[in-house]
């Protein structure tokens, strides 16, 4: 994990000189700058999954380990061995969804597949049918349908209005 991050770091500061044109480079070309490019984006697609999988490994070491380096009392040191026996046979069930779903790629994958299953157990509802309603369509004099439920009730209180 160390190795890892000293990589993406170092990678990222040399990017980022060659970005600002430092002169402490001295001469590259383009090449290199693809090269740093790629590197960087590969450390950021990897780290997550690095980190997942290395703390989920340092966490079994300790498990058996440390009730043996500090002398605990047996019953503790049989939780702490059904602990690691139990993360030793769910390993697979742990990191590999841990890792489809930190990894963008993978997670893309998964999800695309996922809504296809789930589309063929489910299939879409159809469309909603059109309003019967006169009114609900757009005229082409009119702006909105306020304007035209404005000028029906214009209709409907001028011709109730007697004249003088």
Same mark, same amino acid.
């Given at each position: 994990m160390m190795i890892l991050e000293t990589i993406y770091l170092l990678n990222r500061k040399k990017l980022a000189a060659l970005i600002r044109h430092d002169s402490t480079l001295g001469w590259y070309t383009l090449s290199t700058k693809y090269q740093l490019q790629e590197n960087v984006q590969s450390c950021k697609?990897?780290?997550? =999954?690095?980190?997942?999988? =290395? =703390?989920?490994?340092?966490?079994?070491?300790?498990?058996?380990?440390?009730?043996?380096?500090?002398?605990?009392?047996?019953?503790?040191?049989?939780?702490?061995?059904?602990?690691?026996?139990?993360?030793?046979?769910?390993?697979?069930?742990?990191?590999i969804p841990t890792l489809t779903l930190l990894m963008e790629g993978f997670r893309k994958v998964f999800i695309h597949n996922y809504r296809s299953v789930v589309q063929s157990i489910r299939p879409k509802k159809p469309a909603r049918k059109k309003s019967i309603f006169v009114f609900s369509t757009r005229t082409e004099n009119a702006e909105n349908e306020g304007d035209v439920y404005f000028k029906m009730f214009n209709k409907s209180v001028s011709s109730e209005v007697p004249r003088k």
């Amino acid at each position: 994990m160390m190795i890892l991050e000293t990589i993406y770091l170092l990678n990222r500061k040399k990017l980022a000189a060659l970005i600002r044109h430092d002169s402490t480079l001295g001469w590259y070309t383009l090449s290199t700058k693809y090269q740093l490019q790629e590197n960087v984006q590969s450390c950021k697609v990897i780290r997550p =999954g690095v980190i997942a999988v =290395g =703390g989920f490994t340092i966490f079994i070491i300790l498990a058996e380990c440390l009730p043996i380096l500090l002398d605990v009392s047996d019953s503790l040191q049989a939780w702490c061995n059904l602990i690691f026996d139990t993360m030793v046979h769910t390993n697979a069930l742990v990191v590999i969804p841990t890792l489809t779903l930190l990894m963008e790629g993978f997670r893309k994958v998964f999800i695309h597949n996922y809504r296809s299953v789930v589309q063929s157990i489910r299939p879409k509802k159809p469309a909603r049918k059109k309003s019967i309603f006169v009114f609900s369509t757009r005229t082409e004099n009119a702006e909105n349908e306020g304007d035209v439920y404005f000028k029906m009730f214009n209709k409907s209180v001028s011709s109730e209005v007697p004249r003088k």
